[in-house]
């Protein structure tokens, strides 16, 4: 987006077998604690284990429910969180054997249920909690709850709450996958002969929930589930045995789904099995009526490429020769303002459209992140929508601002054409809600958040992901507009593709710069405001505590805190604490993200008990990234940073787990684009912030232990 002045083949048999390759691939875990099973999508096993409920004409799986998550009404959602899978099936049957005693439904669960389907994970765990206390032995509701937190990337508190709701021994199978996947959820978080322990637990319970259930058409889901857990164990002959029972249930069934939804999740668990079992021809062979069964849904086809991409790498098998077309590109797409003459002039629009349409069949292009400035920006989105693509708009400052600073100048019918797009919109965000306040440094902001979400959406769908501009071939020293889009884009690494806006040329790439960019940095100051990422850290407990334990918190829990963020001093604008409260502001998006996780590190490892603090303190903690106006606070006379954006950031440490780091949005956005492959940012859901403040999108910050592993979003299964 331009700142508002327009002067601006064939399987080979030859292959090792799986058996081999799977000891490969857990030789290779032990033998660097640096690689790791990167944490991909368990969608795909939960849809197809609800659906199938209908397959077999025995339970009916919950519709599916959109989280919503555009910023302005009356817009579809997103397509990252289009298809929010159903949960559950316990609370599908009025009255059911639970344990060893009937449990009768209780009101609330529907509603929790709602809840998780919506994505608001800790709302739909504060009610679980609530009707708990007047149905204690209600065994859905506890599932629930658990559910709620494992979504949510809390798996290790769920982890010990299902040992404390006494959840152990249940012989649902609801409850015994639920605390299979909380392992192998663990599994994929840690790396070496750790993460193998995980799934050789996780394969274990997947085992014993079989056994118990073998005589349900629905004991695929666990037999499934624990042959990918022995694949990823380093267990092949367990692998193949158990794909071999998936494979024996499916060809049983005699009721055949009755949608094509259902029947895409049979197919995909058909050619998983096959692939474990080594049978490449069969599985290749199911795949283009797979295909095309799955229609636009991306999202579920994702999770299905991520699977089988992995389970490929485990097993030595070659992904490609499955015969799956790579899903459509992503984009991110920037450009000049239009003007008579100029950067952009007037006369060459017609061509420059062509060529942008030209670009975006080349590249299969699907899926289009940007703003919606007159000029280039709406050439863009009217092309993508043309063409059937998904169009997420980001608008820098209020839309009525946005209109008289970037669009209007271009032209009275430039207003309409704007209107147009945005109403076909997938979704709308406003990068800050504020005015423009004469502040050049919110386009640089909105395209930063824009970039970002196009790599991870592009991550999420599995896909690859580009920079289309259209640019006049001139450089110029700024900060702000195309060229600093660019430019900025150039530090990812990533495919760039470009249109002379004089002449409507192709060309490949910006010039190269000499100027090196490994992180995002704002600190050219644009009317008082920058861009900073803050942080909110709070310990949970500590209002409880007594005046006794005071010093030792101070000293141990504090003192140890403190000597981790002495350590970002290089990095950090300002800091404040208030007793257990931090609020620190950082000039860079990676030091914020690796300052967090080390307090969190730091806060596990203390022993609590030994220092006379009760063990239930924990740390929780929240970052946001967003412009601020920094300044000295005249009573304590120390920098600070204010602003409704270090308001929005305060609003999230109150709702994080313990033990966890969540971020915004527009932070893991922003995250993505330095291209730090040590973290990772799952997607949670929508979250009621507190105070009121409304649902914001959260993300689960975590380290990938892997320097070539990549940021996913998170997915829910049961």
């Known amino acids: 987006m331009d700142r508002r ?63 919503g998550c555009t910023t302005m009404p009356g817009h579809r959602p997103c397509a990252e969180q289009h298809r929010q899978p159903p949960v559950g099936t316990l609370c599908q049957r009025a009255s059911h054997m639970v344990g060893h005693g009937l449990a009768i439904m209780n009101p609330l669960a529907q509603e929790v249920k709602s809840l998780i389907g919506k ?8 009610i679980a909690l609530q009707a708990l206390n007047s149905d204690p032995d209600n065994t859905v509701l506890k599932h629930r709850a658990l559910l709620a937190l494992a979504n949510a990337g809390a798996y290790q508190l769920a982890l010990s709450q299902f040992e404390s709701m006494g959840l152990h021994g249940s012989r649902e199978l609801d409850v015994q996958c639920l605390l299979a996947r909380l392992h192998k959820d663990m599994g994929f978080a840690q790396t070496g002969r750790a993460a193998q322990a995980s799934f050789s637990t996780a394969f274990q319970l997947y085992e014993q929930a079989w056994h118990t259930h073998r005589l349900s058409p629905l004991a695929y889901y666990p037999a499934i589930n624990a042959a990918a857990c022995a694949v990823f164990s380093g267990a092949p002959d367990q692998a193949i045995h158990w794909a071999g029972i998936v494979l024996n249930q499916l060809q049983s069934q005699h009721t055949t789904p009755s949608d094509q939804v259902e029947q895409y999740w049979v197919n995909a668990t058909h050619i998983e099995a096959l692939l474990i079992q080594g049978q490449l021809t069969s599985a290749r062979a199911l795949v283009p009526h797979t295909l095309s069964l799955i229609g636009s849904d991306r999202t579920a086809l994702a999770s299905t490429l991520r699977q089988l991409q992995r389970l490929c790498t485990c097993l030595g098998h070659d992904f490609n020769s499955l015969g799956f077309a790579a899903p459509p590109t992503v984009i991110h797409y920037t450009g000049h303002l239009l003007s008579p003459t100029g950067r952009f002039p007037a006369h060459q629009e017609a061509r420059v459209a062509t060529q942008i349409q030209a670009l975006l069949e080349l590249h299969n292009v699907g899926v289009g992140y940007g703003s919606l400035a007159g000029g280039a920006d709406i050439l ?23 209109l008289n600073v970037s669009v209007m100048r271009c032209g009275p019918h430039w207003a309409e054409r704007f209107e147009r797009c945005l109403s076909a919109a997938r979704s709308i965000r406003m990068a800050t809600d504020d005015a423009y306040l004469q502040d050049e440094q919110l386009f640089t902001y909105c395209s930063q ?16 992901v580009a920079q289309i501009g259209v640019w006049d071939g001139h450089t110029h020293d700024t900060d702000v507009g195309t060229e600093a889009d660019l430019q900025q884009w150039q530090y990812t690494g990533l495919p760039q593709y470009l249109v002379n806006s004089q002449n409507a040329s192709f060309s490949q790439s910006f010039p190269a710069s000499p100027a090196e960019a490994s992180t995002i940095r ?9 861009s900073k990422a803050m942080l909110f850290a709070d310990v949970k407990g500590f209002s409880k505590l007594g005046d006794a334990a005071l010093p030792a918190f101070v000293e141990h829990i504090m003192g140890r805190l403190a000597k981790v963020t002495a350590q970002h001093n290089h990095q950090l604008h300002s800091i404040n604490t208030w007793g257990d409260g931090v609020f620190a502001v950082f000039n860079d998006v990676a030091a914020a993200a690796e300052c967090a996780l080390a307090m969190q590190e730091i806060m596990a490892g203390i022993d609590r008990t030994a220092l006379g603090l009760p063990e239930e303190l924990a740390l929780r903690i929240g970052l946001h990234l967003g412009p601020v106006y920094l300044t000295l606070d005249p009573i304590t006379l120390r920098e600070t940073a204010i602003g409704a954006h270090v308001s929005r950031a305060a609003r999230i440490e109150p709702v994080t787990p313990e033990g966890c780091v969540y971020v915004t949005e527009t932070f893991a956005a922003v995250l993505a684009i330095g291209s730090h492959n040590e973290f990772a940012c799952d997607y949670v859901g929508q979250t009621e912030a507190a105070k009121n403040y409304g649902l914001m999108r959260m993300f689960l910050l975590r380290r990938t232990g892997n320097s070539s592993a990549t940021t996913v979003v998170l997915n829910f299964e049961r």
Do not use: C, W
């Open 5 to 67: 002045s327009p002067l601006r083949g064939q399987v080979q048999n030859s292959r090792p077998s799986n058996r081999q390759h799977i000891g490969r691939f857990v030789e290779s875990q032990r033998a660097s604690s640096g690689s790791s099973i990167s944490s991909t999508s368990r969608l795909a096993y939960q849809q197809r284990r609800a659906r199938f409920h209908q397959s077999v004409g025995k339970q009916h799986a919950a519709p599916n429910q959109n989280a």
């Open 119 to 126: 994505g608001e994970f800790f709302k739909a765990y504060d």
């Open 449 to 464: 958040i824009a970039m970002g979400l196009a790599i991870l959406n592009a991550r999420h769908l599995n896909t690859t």
């Open 522 to 530: 704002s600190n050219t100051k644009q009317h008082g405001r920058e």
């Open 380 to 402: 863009f989105a009217e092309s993508l929508l043309q063409r059937g693509a998904d169009l997420h708009v980001v608008l820098p400052f209020e839309q009525e601002d946005f």
